[in-house]
């Protein structure tokens, strides 16, 4: 299929190509043939006007008939085939594998909240009416909910399909009954054209209104501030930085009525190695971290940022399988190959963090990863003690890429201070042996309180899309601490609840008749 | 017992009571003995950071030992005896009735929590390991739940029991296992103190620590802003006026980290008689809404202040019924009492409000309630036609009192229409006779979509405090959609959801071992 360049307004593909933008091959960081339509003032009204009025008849389509609408979105999907795989791959550099399987994720996603449409997505909750009851009587109560209406969602740059177009938000956002103003990202607008057709498609075969959902292409910033202040926006989900979460917090906050900002922004994701667990598995704690850290080159929301060992020289008897640990995991590293980042920007923004933490007294570089060609990345590992870890705000903040501070404590008080110095995080490891279960269960208490996902023995890198998965956290993991994006909670950030109070059977919604 | 004046901080009554304020009785408009301390910054402080401490051991106690201190909350405030009726009742105006009633429905909320942390706070969901799961294992995951840190919460004019010290939104964060400061209302000073002592003693009775509570009193708004912006405070209960609730969201804007604030700020309630209901039940609908009106002379978020009918010169057939509707509401209104406001400044704002009411052109002044002391105020009530409700806004903002507005429309389209003006609502209640029932079924379609709770046949006055409840809605109702201030769903609004993966037994919270 030849790529368009343009946005998809409730059905109609639209938009001026010849002075929009391009996106890079992650690869090559040459200009991908398309130019991109930056979406008009215009555009952006229209999909928005369009979504608030198909919100009417799809609020009120049937559970079944928006399953059956997710599960088409995912045939859809597939039916797109190798290019789909292809672009995606050119657009973020990712290996084709990766993104094969974030292909299944993304299908997994629509079938999971598809079951759930199906299976009724809510617990209702009935009490009857008691004319009996004294002083009052009580009145017959139900509680059901509602979707919110449009939702404006923002594509991530490190998903192009499982958090982009028909990613998470997005389909958690279908799945309730809102229409979806997607704005996609500015790194992959081929593949995002792509999976809109697919979307497109869907809608057509389920007969559905099509402002449902629309596709906004842009660099522009002013088109991200239009769509998270517009009137009939009612929600708006958002994965990426925390500077760009932010100001879109900010817009949001300037609106005459507050709506729900649902912003994944950033996360160290600490990782605690246990006494124990260090001295028995020294070699395999090592090589997994540094395993969990380069996926991807390191450009997950889960990726192991920085691990908090009991070592050097204060530590007395853990020094020596200390500086085991380092060794193994400072030749681990110098092992993996260089790679490309998500863009070139990103490229040019890592290698800079990285020659910053360079710079900070105290920080020292253990080990970099093979280098490559100009366009490649390479991974690189720190070490610094606590004393330094405190007293340097730089460190607390996320260096998104594939590299990793390890901060070496005195003891396990300082690793509980380090834990109270932390800001809210998507995960923590507790990677433990037996013998530190007492140590760890002390830590656990409080470090349940710094993150969305408390984890033991496993790396944080693979997120389950269940029923039971929270991805979320105290700020900045999330900009809204009661909610996950991902599993099938996610409903719930566009739902809200509504009471029935003494109602006719005819016009209760079907859950709610009894 | 004698009123001290004093801020409870952590167990210590303190703050100088020479220079603070005076509550008045609101009978009598007369300043009362007691002068109060305006809260120091310093107390303020104090008091939240007191709490802060008391987080590590509350959020650890068990919900059967939190169910306990909620009862004995209760049982505390009953030992207050007749000194609590008397001080809310001259504080506020409130008949003794009312402020009796308003004291059990506050025990019933502490013992609907505490009936709640015993029978598990929340539900659990467990997805157990599958190590054979292609083409990864699947981990063992469960979601649970933790309290959010300490909550700043705000009492409101209107329920100085059942909405403050120890109310709603008190005891669902107490249920939670977060800490609370409380704000004391200005208005109700003494009986803030009294019910404050009560949780004292309850927090010495179970040995917690005094962080737990403080209350704060002060007509300083400064101490609002303090409260809100201050980084250990976690989450920010609110009920009151839209304007103040505004400049509290604003405050917390400004916060580096978003917290949710939980605003119940305002609602017209608006009723719809339907045309087969109008014509059967004429007079009973007339004075059922009357009656509904004057409860606590209007002064309920509840409380019904427009009114929609099929009415007037244009609405051929309607029209003597609905000169019979309005002449029979006209005439019980004018039978109504005069009666006190919550303060002298509600009634004086309440007043001017009906004055300017009164000059709106095209707004037809029906009937005024019996007239009393000066320091009375009486029941009035309004009629306009839809055209000028349309093009009015100051007829679309909530007027707080005994006073409602009869929106005369030509027919069921004028209905809707009038239905798509309306911002949000706690509540709105359609009256409808069977023959009304197609036309209902379309109102509630898209009323829904304006109401936290949607009444069929029953006035809007008399909230059920039950697991169905819910009391918010969209904006200005409440400033987050999701979450209700009222039943045993509002303990959500305090805890946020964790996944705990791979964790050993001993690690996890009780609730989560199975």
Redesign the interface.
């Known amino acids: 299929m030849t790529i368009s360049g343009k946005n998809l307004i409730a059905g109609q593909w639209t938009g001026d190509t010849t002075n929009g933008f391009t996106a890079f091959n992650a690869y090559s960081h040459e200009a991908m043939p398309t130019t991109f339509a930056d979406a008009t003032k215009l555009e952006v009204n229209t999909a928005i006007n369009h979504a608030n009025e198909a919100f009417i008849s799809y609020?009120?389509l049937s559970a079944e008939k928006r399953a059956q609408f997710l599960r088409t979105i995912g045939d859809q999907i597939m039916a797109l085939g190798d290019e789909l795989i292809d672009t995606a791959c050119a657009e973020t550099g990712l290996p084709t594998m990766r993104i094969q399987?974030e292909r299944g994720r993304t299908i997994g996603q629509l079938g999971l909240f598809a079951d759930l449409l199906e299976k009724g997505e809510y617990k209702a909750?009935?009490?009857l009416a008691d004319n009996d009851r004294q002083?009052?009587p009580?009145?017959d109560?139900?509680?059901g909910y509602?979707p919110?209406?449009v939702v404006g969602v923002f594509a991530a740059s490190n998903f192009p399909l499982a958090f982009s177009t028909a990613g998470g938000d997005t389909v958690s956002a279908l799945a309730a009954g809102c229409p979806v103003v997607m704005k996609a990202h500015a790194a992959h607008p081929a593949t995002a054209e792509l999976v809109a057709r697919a979307i497109l498609a869907a809608i057509e075969v389920c007969e559905l209104d099509k402002g449902v959902f629309s596709l906004i292409q842009g660099k522009n910033y002013a088109i991200a501030s239009q769509i998270v202040t517009h009137s009939h926006i009612k929600a708006v989900g958002f994965t990426g930085s925390e500077r760009v979460g932010m100001i879109l917090?900010?817009q949001i906050?300037e609106r005459p009525?507050?709506i729900?900002?649902y912003g994944e922004l950033g996360s160290i994701n600490p990782q605690y190695i246990m006494p124990e667990k260090l001295a028995q598995d020294t070699q395999a704690i090592a090589q997994g971290l540094v395993a969990s850290l380069v996926m991807g080159q390191g450009q997950f929301c889960t990726s192991p940022g920085v691990w908090v060992v009991i070592g050097g020289e204060n530590a007395k008897e853990n020094d020596s399988i200390y500086q085991g640990f380092v060794d193994s995991a400072a030749q681990s590293l110098s092992e993996q190959a260089a790679g490309v980042m998500l863009t070139p920007d990103m490229c040019q923004s890592y290698t800079k963090a990285v020659e910053a933490r360079k710079a900070i007294s105290g920080v020292e570089l253990l080990a970099t990863g093979l280098s490559g060609r100009e366009q490649d990345c390479s991974a690189a590992l720190f070490a610094t003690d606590f004393a330094t870890y405190e007293s340097t705000p730089a460190l607390h903040e996320e260096l998104f890429g594939f590299s990793a501070l390890i901060v070496r404590c005195d003891d396990f008080s300082q690793m509980m201070k380090l834990t109270e110095l932390l800001t809210g995080n998507l995960t923590a490891s507790i990677h433990a042996a037996d013998e530190d279960?007492d140590l760890?269960?002390q830590l656990?208490?409080t470090l349940?309180?710094k993150?969305?996902?408390?984890?033991?023995?496993?790396m944080p890198t693979?997120v389950?899309v269940?029923?039971?998965?929270?991805h979320?956290?105290p700020?900045?993991a999330s900009?809204?601490?009661?909610?996950?994006s991902v599993g099938s909670?996610a409903i719930?950030?566009f739902?809200?609840?509504?009471?029935?109070?003494?109602?006719?059977y005819?016009?209760l919604p079907k859950m709610l008749q009894s």
Chains 1, 2 share one sequence.
């Open positions: 609020s009120q399987g909750v009935i009490e002083p009052l009580k009145p109560t139900r509680l509602l919110l209406g917090q900010q906050n009525d507050p729900p900002f279960l760890s269960a656990a208490q349940a309180y993150v969305g996902r408390l984890i033991y023995n496993q693979g389950e269940c029923a039971s998965m929270n979320g956290g700020f900045p900009t809204n601490i009661r909610t996950t909670e719930k950030r739902q809200r609840p509504i009471c029935y109070q003494n109602m006719p005819a016009l």
